[in-house]
Nanobody, 128 residues
Framework: QVQLVESGGGLVQAGGSLRLSCAASGRTFSSRTMGWFRQPPGKEREFVAAISWSGGNIYYSDSVKGRFTISRDNAKNTVDLQMDTLNPDDTAVYYC?????????????????????WGQGTQVTVSS
């Protein structure tokens, strides 16, 4: 069992930055790929970024590549998402998620059906 709690959302102007954090409980955190997903208003949930259990493999959606950075600290059971150069299209509820135990890989990490545990979400609003 893994419980996830996100923090760090808020309101920011276009061009600004935010850092989201996800605190996880559970002994298997360090063995799971971790991902960030988002759900813009009126749209379906979409993949943002993922990081393998070791941190050695990182994947981003094309829409955030070069602007967002995902990182994890297995000693602290945390995964962060640094978001820079934000624009109004980044407005969404952002979710932290823990993937199926020992699952990994590019395709695997991008599909929300491979994630077993989800946080409650944190709102990010980018004003123009």
């Amino acid at each position: 069992q893994v419980q996830l709690v996100e923090s760090g959302g808020g309101l920011v102007q276009a061009g600004g930055s935010l850092r989201l954090s996800c605190a996880a409980s559970g002994r298997t955190f360090s063995s799971r790929t971790m991902g960030w997903f988002r759900q813009p208003p009126g749209k379906e949930r979409e993949f943002v970024a993922a990081i393998s259990w070791s941190g050695g493999n990182i994947y981003y959606s094309d829409s955030v590549k070069g602007r967002f950075t995902i990182s994890r600290d297995n000693a602290k059971n945390t995964v962060d998402l640094q978001m820079d150069t934000l624009n109004p299209d980044d407005t969404a509820v952002y979710y932290c998620a823990a993937a199926r135990y020992s699952g990994w890989g590019n395709t695997f990490s991008r599909e929300d059906r491979n994630y077993d545990y989800w946080g409650q979400g944190t709102q990010v609003t980018v004003s123009s």
